[in-house]
């Protein structure tokens, strides 16, 4: 029954990659910025919800406050570092390296405040229980899979039915339509980055309460959303969706064949094996030239 164990314990890995693979692909896809403090994003919210749960005000605060930090923190990102550099007509890699500097910076205050080892929170929801013969699961696996369902529909719904979603969909291919119908594209595009990074409060929150967390976990978060979001197809969130459940499972059913200390070579093995075999991702479209 090994093999149903690490099904079931690689659902719930993908469904973490998947929503923060998604977040990445939204703000990419509407902004065309590189935001590689995306994984930061995700260090910040998980470690603001330990400190207000350990501080004994209880896990709904946490979870709210670590919404809004992650929020607050992919505006600010938007707003005070990219615009800037926006404005004076940076390059692409100048947009990287300062997205990759402010993760360096959070990661190194993070980890002068909390320390840079593993902290651990104790829940019920962390521990396993036997549903069948030697399979055993615990309560986390099913939140994770149900948020990644439920914060995927609603997402789908604001993209498709609401004016604004519709708007930052067409973002990236016409800056100046969106003007031309009233709306401000700078504003849209901090819309994407509240709504990218609040996609990282269910995998952050989980992580803190199942596998613990680390200041360098950010790195870790980041080229697994990069990688899902390439595997799925640059700017399609169902791609990145699939994809994250996908190295999620490749991952946790690479342990019948290699130690753990392959699992992550697996993941960019795949990752590998598509941008030769289909550079434009699973669910991508091929640029015309």
């Known amino acids: 029954m090994l093999w149903l164990q690490l099904t079931l314990t690689g659902l719930q890995t993908g469904a973490l990659y998947a929503l923060t693979a998604v977040g990445f692909s939204l703000i990419f896809g509407a902004t065309r910025v590189f935001h590689f403090a995306h994984g930061a994003a995700f260090v910040l919210a998980a470690y603001v919800f330990y400190w207000v749960d350990t501080a004994g005000l209880g896990m709904i605060p946490g979870i709210v406050l670590a919404a809004l930090a992650a929020m607050a923190f992919g505006v600010a990102m938007d707003r005070l570092v990219y615009a800037p550099i926006q404005r004076h007509e940076g390059s692409f890699f100048t947009v990287f390296v300062a997205s990759f500097g402010v993760g360096i910076a959070v990661q190194n205050i993070v980890g002068m405040v909390f320390g840079r080892g593993f902290v651990t929170m104790n829940s019920t929801l962390s ?19 149900a948020c990644a369902a439920v914060f995927f529909a609603l997402l789908q719904f604001f993209l498709r039915r609401t004016h ?24 849209l595009s901090s819309y994407a980055f509240a709504l990218g990074s609040v996609l990282v409060v269910p995998g952050a929150v989980i992580t803190a309460l199942g596998s613990g967390l680390n200041p360098a976990l950010g790195h870790h978060v980041m080229l697994i959303s990069l990688a899902a979001t390439i595997v799925g197809g640059i700017g399609s969130i169902g791609g990145a969706l699939v994809a994250g459940f996908v190295l999620g499972l490749a991952e946790n059913l690479a342990l019948i064949f290699f130690q753990s200390q392959w699992t992550e070579a697996v993941t960019f093995a795949i990752l590998f094996l598509v941008i030769l075999l289909r550079p434009s991702g699973l669910f991508g479209r091929a640029a015309a030239h």
């Open 127 to 145: 521990r396993s229980r036997e549903i069948v013969d030697g399979v055993y699961v615990a309560p986390l696996a099913w939140i994770a899979i």
């Open 164 to 187: 604004t979603g519709m708007a930052l969909r067409a973002l990236a291919d016409s800056p100046e339509l969106i003007r031309v119908y009233g709306l401000d594209p700078r504003r």
